[in-house]
């Protein structure tokens, strides 16, 4: 059975998609791979596909989904089936891009928990019972991954590569998940994505934001499971 692969988004690790691993682990193969040791998204793809399957499952969220569709763009007979999931496919706004300088200023002085705190966090998330729980584990996770991490990760972003004509050109199956309350990537641009997918299928699921791996991971799951039967 092809493997899959999960790129967490940024700031995130292996945790993001716990309740997805728990239940596809145990019909396939499943890798995580770290998106932390460069700062483009080019050399980022690139790390990934040197230490991946030769042929497997791609399913990325948010910085995770832009780095997947950036290994699509270097090796697309590997990718054997794309999700993606709470991500853009578009350039950095440049109103979003004038905000990582001081971002990173702060976080190289030592500042990452009240960057995460004050300009990360309460953005990723709906309101919901658990909210607060998921998001001391997205600080968590942050916190281990530390500074240098945020700083690549940021850079990679601010200078990403617009990745429509990419989607045009993609031909395997393909999962467009967004949560209906997603602020960072909203629902219409995942709306795009899909119109510029051919046979893609939209899966927006309710009563999440920005990470519906934790807000809601059964609805996700199922997604990815109906996805993966194609595969």
């Known amino acids: 059975m092809t493997p899959l692969v999960l790129l967490p988004g940024m700031m995130c690790d292996a945790r993001l998609f716990m ?20 700062d483009t998204v080019q050399a980022l793809a690139a ?7 030769p042929r497997f499952a791609l399913a990325g969220l948010s910085m995770g989904g832009i780095v ?8 697309p007979d590997r990718v054997a089936g794309l999700a993606l999931m709470d991500t853009n496919a578009l350039a950095e706004a ?8 001081p971002q990173i200023e702060k976080v190289r002085k030592g500042h990452l928990r009240t960057i995460m705190r004050d300009e990360m966090k309460p953005n990723y998330l709906a309101d919901g019972p658990d909210r607060d729980q998921i998001l001391d584990l997205c600080m968590d996770m942050a916190m281990d991954l530390g500074a240098d991490v945020f700083v690549r990760q940021s850079i990679a972003l601010r ?10 050109k993609i031909h395997v199956p393909t999962l467009v998940l967004c949560g209906k309350n997603d602020t960072l990537c909203p629902v219409e641009r995942h709306q795009l994505i ?20 934790l807000e ?6 199922a997604a990815l499971l109906r996805w993966l039967e194609d595969i």
């Open 19 to 38: 309740p997805q691993i728990a239940v596809l682990g145990k019909r396939r193969a499943i890798h995580v791979a770290p998106i932390t040791d460069y």
């Open 47 to 53: 790390d990934v596909l040197q230490n991946a399957p």
């Open 68 to 75: 997947a569709m950036q290994i699509f763009t270097q090796a």
């Open 94 to 101: 440049p109103d979003v891009k004038a905000r990582r300088k």
């Open 159 to 168: 200078d990403r590569p617009d990745q429509q004509h990419t989607l045009q």
């Open 194 to 213: 899909h119109s510029l997918i051919p046979k893609s299928n939209l899966q927006i699921i309710q009563n999440a934001g920005h990470l519906p791996t």
């Open 216 to 221: 809601q991971p059964e609805q996700t799951t």
